[in-house]
């Protein structure tokens, strides 16, 4: 079973897809270079689908848990280009060209060639993928935002108003590209939110189901007493906005700690207070006892799911989090937690001076959390794949 994995689980009693045995799946990502919430999902689609082959455009294996080895991981000729896998992003004119290029279960030549089901693993242009009149099940992280909200993504990275021009007719010809490989009628979509389902209602004109990312909720558990120090867990780069949590908790003068690293780092330092503990990078084994621990878990960014808010609910503790994006879904004002308003820091202090902790229940949250879980993620995934395989 080279080409792909035999669908030959039973689905849950209820599923109107049924199961369907003897089917071949195949999976897409967009590039494994750099392990994320993307890679977590890659994990349990792998996990589903255990013997399915995984198109990519690169891969670097040194980058990449050395448990990826095991897997069928076919690139494209791009992971042969100088520099790419640390560089990815200087190439992003080519990655259409790759993924349109590719033919997935176009050709069926053979038995053993067959592939019955694409899944596409999506943030960037891997849905682009030839699959001829074979289904592709699209599992939408989000539309390219380079691509659909190039302003944002410029100003993040502080690309110059020469360099933006430069790029305006690639980024045009990409929108294209992209809406078009959107509107196969063999791609059905799925979001992994409210806020992707509307910017694919948005961008690409397609309507699509949500079945929320999975969460590794067992992982984490209630303890009987926190602590009084409140928490954030990111990535340390603008569009984070850790500035707003920082500056916040230095004013209030309450104790933050942070967790993990990236570019921002050195600025983030400089306008924290002595209240504000940065902690570096963790093992995942020292995560659990954090998130238990703390008063509240602070989200300021506007993100499209957000995982780390689930995993806070999931230890019994409630979330401060800006109101838009992936929030929106995962946390109950007044439940499992509250929301701020306005992306400054004077809405967030407000939120924090009167949010009442001790009103929430551990247990609330973490019943909440468990809407989340990894097994209800690959049932639901599972059923969809069966239901497009009739």
């Known amino acids: 079973m080279s080409a792909g994995q035999r669908l030959s689980r039973s689905v849950p009693d209820g599923d109107a897809g049924g199961s369907a045995p003897g089917a071949r799946v195949a999976l897409v990502h967009d590039w494994l270079n750099q392990y994320g919430g993307a890679e977590r999902v890659l994990e349990h689609l792998v996990g589903v689908f255990p013997q399915a082959p995984i198109h990519t455009s690169i891969y670097w294996r040194q980058a990449m848990p050395s448990a990826y080895e095991q897997w069928d991981i076919r690139v494209t000729w791009m992971d042969r280009l100088p520099g790419i896998h640390r560089w990815h992003q200087v190439y992003f004119p080519l990655y259409a060209l790759a993924f349109g290029n590719l033919r997935i279960g176009a050709s069926q030549a053979s038995e053993d ?25 699209c599992y939408c992280l989000a539309p390219t935002r380079y691509v659909w909200q190039f302003g944002q993504y410029a100003a993040r990275e ?36 409210r806020e992707i389902q509307e910017r694919i209602r948005e961008y690409y004109h397609r309507e699509s189901v949500i079945i929320y990312p999975p969460v590794d909720i067992d992982r984490f558990a209630p303890v009987a007493k926190p602590d009084s120090y409140y928490l954030v867990v990111s990535r340390l780069v603008p569009y984070k906005r850790i ?28 306008i924290a207070g002595p209240s504000v503990t940065f902690l570096g990078r963790l093992d995942d084994d020292a995560l659990p006892g954090l998130m238990a621990r703390c008063r509240a878990f602070v989200f300021p960014g506007l993100e499209d799911f957000g995982i780390a808010p ?32 306005v992306a400054d820091v004077t809405s967030l202090i407000d939120a924090v001076r009167s949010f009442d902790v001790q009103s929430i229940d551990p247990m609330a949250c973490r019943r909440n959390a468990e809407r989340f879980a990894a097994a209800r993620f690959r049932e639901q995934i599972l059923q969809r794949a069966c239901s497009l395989l009739g």
């Open 158 to 193: 502080q690309l110059s108003p020469a360099v933006r021009v430069a790029l305006a007719p690639v980024v045009s010809a990409l929108r294209q590209w992209d809406f078009r490989a959107a509107q196969r009628e063999t791609v059905s979509f799925v979001a992994i939110s």
């Open 113 to 137: 060639a067959r592939i019955d089901l694409v899944l596409t693993n999506k943030s960037g242009f891997c849905h682009g993928v030839r699959t001829g009149a074979v289904p592709q099940l």
């Open 243 to 270: 500035d707003l949590a920082v500056r916040a908790f230095s004013e209030l003068g309450l104790p933050l700690l942070v967790v993990g690293d990236g570019r921002d780092r050195g600025a983030l330092e400089a």
């Open 310 to 341: 689930v995993e806070a609910q999931a230890s019994g503790r409630p979330v401060i989090a800006y109101r838009g994006g992936g929030a929106l879904d995962t946390v109950i004002p007044g439940l499992t937690g509250t929301y701020f308003d």
